[in-house]
């Protein structure tokens, strides 16, 4: 089965314009035009009011790790030696931890944290989610050591 | 609302069936499910199927080739559809069709045949079933959203690597002792706690098997359950929540919201609380995971499910005996067979039937707790017999 194909590109939805603040540095959530609450993931919907218009801004700080893992078993895509194409860059994560960070006022971001191993993580320690372009070009999210 | 029962019960054997298909998988337990009863296959009105996954089984509405196989058309069938909990939707689904008149003979089946595609593959389609657009892309797999709440349930409230091989531990004791189980195997802490990392802190005996299997069950109206059987056991409460697709929009991730929600549900509708129950079939797909199922199902309060398991107060004889069939972790999740198995399971332990070691004295309300995805939908339901 082939999983290339699958809709995994955040290119193709309505908040397409996360992956241009990416590129530009900025890790961007969405915020209701309406009711003015702020979501990460984005969503271009409202699941508090159901409006349909947001503006982004800028997820900025450090955060809290509220839980991380290293995935050794990997899904196909993440394999090795997978030679197809994934919408998000795995170039060289294999097998970073993974871990979920809060901010200040509760946003929860998902990220990658490269270059460490999972037994020196520790659930509390402080962590700054941000955009990454990797050697292959891509972008994604990693959740890097905050500085000072 | 009628009452509903459960008359009839059969299941396959689970394992890797590359002797059977996903069809003749089926067959089995719904041949053994009517000779349960007695019932014809002409006599049940209506049917409804969980298979869980259209990837694993190649091809669109699968549930077709298990009514044809077993000549059921031209009456009415269809499928449900909830990840791992399916069978619980199915067996929810098929209430319905009782208790709201349609029908009084229903027949439920689950099946899943997942070892037709090779590991990573299947690790991938199952790691989908989490948020497919904002987490899988990190290289999310099932095992890895449930080390993400296992670390955080160790952090939070001091759970031991120890503690959750000792859920393992247990069922596999209890697994060893039935004959339908995928890996009929004692396990000790050592081998579980020194098997390889696949998703930390989860190791290999923190996760289920990948299996292939069916199970059955036939339910029927008060009216018909009367005729049919001296002693039925009646589906006395049912409960079903949902929770957040991505993890990372849960404000706590060492409980499940859902199967909070449905517990609440089916212990209102039944008329009873978490002291009450007698026997229970818990969601193990990862140790971690029945630790939970502990705390969101009143077994224990909140941050005690490692030391519950750990004094062996899920063990028969203990304070609650849970999976005593080996659960998912040694007999096996087929993913969409699993909730129907556990009405198999339950049904069995409260008419004294189960196998020698594995029986619950005197069982007379069981519970049966079955999670889709990471906690995106959760059932749970309470089953009980007449009193002598
Ligand atoms: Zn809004």
Redesign the interface.
């Given at each position: 089965?082939e999983?290339r194909d699958?809709?995994?590109l955040?290119r193709d939805?309505k908040v397409h314009g996360f992956v241009d603040g990416l590129e530009r540095g900025e890790l961007l959530a969405s915020k209701c035009s309406s009711c003015g609450a702020i979501q990460?993931?984005p969503r271009s919907d409202c699941s508090h009011c159901f409006g349909t218009e947001f503006e982004w801004v800028a997820v900025r700080g450090v955060g809290t790790l509220?839980?991380?893992?290293?995935?050794?078993?990997?899904?196909?895509?993440?394999?090795p030696d997978f030679s197809g194409s994934?919408?998000?860059s795995?170039y060289g994560?294999?097998?970073a931890?993974?871990g979920?960070v809060e901010m200040e006022g509760?946003l929860?971001?998902?990220?990658?944290i490269p270059g460490v191993k999972?037994e020196s993580l520790?659930?509390?320690m402080r962590l700054a989610p941000r955009p990454e372009v990797l050697p292959d070009g891509r972008v994604?999210v990693v959740l890097a050591k905050a500085e000072g | 609302m009628g009452h509903v029962a459960v008359v009839g019960i059969g299941q396959s054997r689970f394992g890797i069936r590359s002797d059977a298909s996903l069809r003749e998988l089926a067959f089995e337990a719904v041949k053994a499910c009517l000779e349960d009863v007695g019932v014809q296959l002409a006599e049940v009105e209506s049917m409804v199927v969980s298979v869980a996954s259209d990837?694993l089984s190649?091809a669109l509405q699968p549930s077709a080739q298990v009514t044809d196989y077993i000549g059921f058309h031209p009456k009415p069938s269809f499928r449900v559809e909830a990840a791992c909990a399916s069978g619980s939707m199915a067996v929810r689904a098929g209430w319905m069709n009782v208790a709201s008149g349609l029908a009084d003979l229903v027949l439920v089946v689950g099946a899943e045949k997942m070892t037709e595609?090779p590991?990573?593959?299947a690790?991938?389609?199952l790691?989908?079933a989490g948020?497919?657009?904002?987490?899988?892309?990190?290289?999310?797999?099932f095992?890895?959203y449930y080390?993400?709440?296992a670390?955080?349930h160790m952090?939070?409230y001091g759970t031991t690597e120890a503690q959750l091989a000792a859920v393992a531990v247990k069922n596999h004791y209890y697994g060893a002792l039935n004959p339908y189980a995928h890996m009929r195997k004692e396990i000790t802490l050592e081998k579980a706690l020194s098997s390889?990392?696949?998703?930390?802190?989860?190791k290999l005996y923190d996760c289920c098997l990948i299996s292939d299997g069916a199970a059955a069950i036939l339910l029927a109206s008060e009216k018909v359950a009367k005729r049919l059987r001296k002693n039925p056991i009646w589906l006395r409460g049912l409960g079903l929540g949902t929770g957040s697709l991505?993890?990372?929009?849960r404000?706590d991730?060492t409980t499940l919201g859902a199967s909070v929600e449905a517990a609440r549900q089916a212990y209102d509708m039944a008329g009873v609380g978490p002291k009450e129950i007698d026997v229970a079939v818990v969601h193990d797909c990862f140790t971690i995971a029945e630790i939970v199922a502990y705390e969101d199902l009143g077994f224990c309060p909140k941050g005690e499910g490692g030391p519950l398991v750990e004094d062996r107060q899920t063990y028969i004889g203990g304070r609650i005996p849970v999976n005593v069939d080996g659960g998912l972790k040694s007999k096996g999740h087929p993913i969409g067979t699993t909730g129907v198995s556990m009405a198999v399971e339950i049904t069995k332990q409260l008419r004294g039937e189960a196998e020698t070691g594995r029986q619950v004295p005197n069982a007379e309300i069981g519970l049966s707790h079955n999670v889709g995805g990471n906690g995106q939908h959760a059932a749970v339901h309470v089953f009980g017999r007449d009193k002598e």
């Open positions: 089965m999983f699958f809709s995994l955040i939805t990460y993931p509220v839980s991380f893992t290293s995935v050794f078993v990997t899904p196909e895509h993440f394999t994934a919408p998000f795995t994560y294999q097998p931890p993974v979920i509760g929860r971001v998902m990220g990658w999972a520790r659930v509390g994604t | 990837e190649f595609v590991t990573p593959i690790t991938e389609v790691g989908r948020d497919s657009l904002w987490e899988y892309p990190f290289g999310m797999t095992p890895g080390a993400l709440i670390q955080a952090a939070k390889f990392v696949v998703a930390s802190p989860l991505s993890l990372a929009h404000e991730l």
